[in-house]
C-alpha cells in the first residue's frame, strides 16, 4: 500500500466489544474531526449485544469487521490494520470521545518531522477533569505507566518528548510499523502499548 510518497490519509481503529453504549459518543466524535483525510474502522470482537447493527444503521461511513470471537485488544487492532488504507494509524478506544481537533493535532508535527513515529494523546477523566495520560513512561523495573495519571490535565499542555504512547488514543506512522512490527500477539490486552513503545 504505501509509496514512496505519503498521503497523509490517517486510518483511525475502534475496537469494540460490547461497548454499544459506547459508541455513539465515540464514533460522533471521530466523524466530526476537523482533520478531514481519514476513514474510520470499527473492528467488533465478537459482540453479543448490538454494536454492529448499531454501527451499520448510524454510522454508514464507518468500515466495518465483525469478528467471530473477542481477539483482544491485539488481535482486533491487527484486523482493523488489515483493512486500513492509511499512511498513519491511529488506535482509539471505544469510550474515548476525541476533540474535533485531535486528530489535526496528532498529525500535523508528524508530517513536519518525517522521524517521528509515534504521537502521544492526552487522556483527560471527564469528571473530575483530572489526567489519566500523557504518554506512557517506563520504570527501571521495565513496568510501563500513565504519565501524570491522577494530575491536574492542565499541568501538560506542552508538547515533548516521552517514551511512548498509550494505545487509548495514539497515532502511529504506518512506515515505522511496516519496520518493526506492530501489536505482539502474545498479548491479548494489557502491556501491548507499552511493548511496542
Known sequence: MISGVESNHVSIIVVNWNGERFLKDC??????????????????????????????KNFPEV??????????????????????????????????????????????????DRTIGIWASKLIVEDPRVLNSAGDGLTTAG??????????????????????ACGAAVLYRRRMLEEIGFLDEDFFLSDVDTDLN
Open 27 to 56: 464514533l460522533g466524535a471521530l466523524s466530526g474531526q476537523t482533520y478531514a483525510n481519514y476513514e474510520i474502522i470499527l473492528v467488533d470482537n465478537g459482540s453479543s449485544d448490538n454494536s454492529v447493527c448499531f454501527t451499520r
Open 63 to 112: 468500515k466495518l469487521v465483525a469478528l467471530r470471537e473477542n481477539t483482544g485488544f491485539t488481535g482486533g487492532n491487527a484486523a482493523g490494520l488489515e483493512v486500513a488504507v492509511g499512511d498513519f494509524v491511529a488506535l482509539v478506544n471505544n469510550d474515548a470521545r476525541p476533540e474535533k481537533t485531535w486528530l489535526e493535532n496528532l498529525i500535523h508535527p508528524m508530517l513536519e
Open 143 to 164: 513496568v510501563g505507566f500513565n504519565r501524570g495519571l491522577g494530575q491536574n490535565a492542565a499541568q501538560f499542555d506542552a508538547s515533548e518528548p516521552v517514551f511512548g
